[in-house]
């Protein structure tokens, strides 16, 4: 038995175009379905949701909003719902750690508030209070 490897390199060749295709797909779509939204950060929670089933959806959100927004009643809206008091950091950003920030809590977060310009922040493994990121 031979090993074609003109045909062996194909193959592969083939598989790596198709996982960087999907790839660039994953990213296009990401771009388009959270583009208020870090991808990086998107990526992550995706990563950490879709390989740890128990993961806890440990997040640290830095929310931006348009000049003039009153934070302090975004401030009141993130403690009602998340039981978290954000702190403000520059002029128009709030930030906070959640958990249970799971990829469908983000896109309900972005619904219920339009005001959002921007969402950036990072995911981990495991939950802590310390505000790091």
């Known amino acids: 038995m ?3 490897r003109a045909g062996e390199y194909t193959k592969m060749s083939l598989s790596s175009s198709k996982l960087k295709s999907s790839y660039q797909n994953l990213l ?3 771009q388009t379905l959270f583009p208020k939204v870090d991808q990086k950060l ?3 929670i995706l ?10 959806g440990s997040v ?4 931006v909003y348009p000049a003039g927004t009153n934070l302090e009643a975004k401030k009141e809206l993130i403690f009602k719902r998340y039981q978290r008091v954000p702190s403000m950091e520059e002029d128009r950003m709030l930030r906070f750690k959640v958990m249970r920030m799971y990829i469908n809590e983000l896109d309900k977060l972005l619904i219920d508030d339009p005001q959002i310009e921007y969402v950036t ?4 493994l495991t939950p802590s209070d310390a505000y790091s990121a």
């Open 42 to 44: 998107v990526l992550d």
């Open 121 to 124: 922040g990072s995911a981990t």
């Open 60 to 63: 640290m959100l830095k929310v």
């Open 28 to 30: 296009h779509d990401v």
């Open 2 to 4: 031979t090993i074609d």
């Open 47 to 56: 990563h950490l949701e879709g390989m740890y089933k128990d993961w806890e």
